[in-house]
């Protein structure tokens, strides 16, 4: 069964660090890439980040341009988001999801995503 679990969320004051995970069961996350989404209360939601699979190619978002870092362990079956500087307007639950086609590079439509985890909570407030 396909999932994707996200973990590593909390409360962290501006400025702060936290490195979310997103753990993949059921396939092989080098086959495919994976895209960062958050959704700040009464907002839609966004995408943040993409790694492709084999290619290790990646893109950011404006707004975490610099701040943010995506990276994959693949003998984990993981994908993390190293979150640096953090800002009040980063607060928000992030989801990982899977891109539906194999093998492509980033950046990709963000429609393109599917497959999402339950998202982990995180919150950056003094």
């Known amino acids: 069964q396909l999932q994707l679990v996200e973990s590593g969320g909390g409360l962290v004051q501006p400025g702060g660090s936290l490195r979310l995970s997103c753990a993949a069961s059921?396939?092989?996350?080098?086959?495919?890439?994976i895209g960062w989404f958050r959704q700040a209360p009464g907002k839609e939601r966004e995408g943040v980040s993409c790694?492709?699979?084999?290619?290790?190619?990646?893109y950011y978002a404006d707004s975490v341009k610099g701040r943010f870092t995506v990276s994959r362990d693949n003998t984990k079956n993981t994908v993390y988001l190293q979150m640096n500087s953090l800002k009040p307007e980063d607060t928000g639950v992030y989801y990982c999801?899977?891109?539906?086609?194999?093998?492509?590079?980033?950046?990709?439509?963000?429609?393109?995503?599917?497959?999402w985890g339950q998202g982990t909570q995180v919150t950056v407030s003094s």
């Open positions: 999801a899977r891109d539906r086609l194999l093998f492509r590079r980033c950046p990709l439509p963000w429609a393109s995503f599917d497959s």
């Open positions: 790694i492709s699979g084999n290619d290790i190619s990646t």
């Open positions: 059921g396939f092989t996350l080098d086959l495919t890439a």
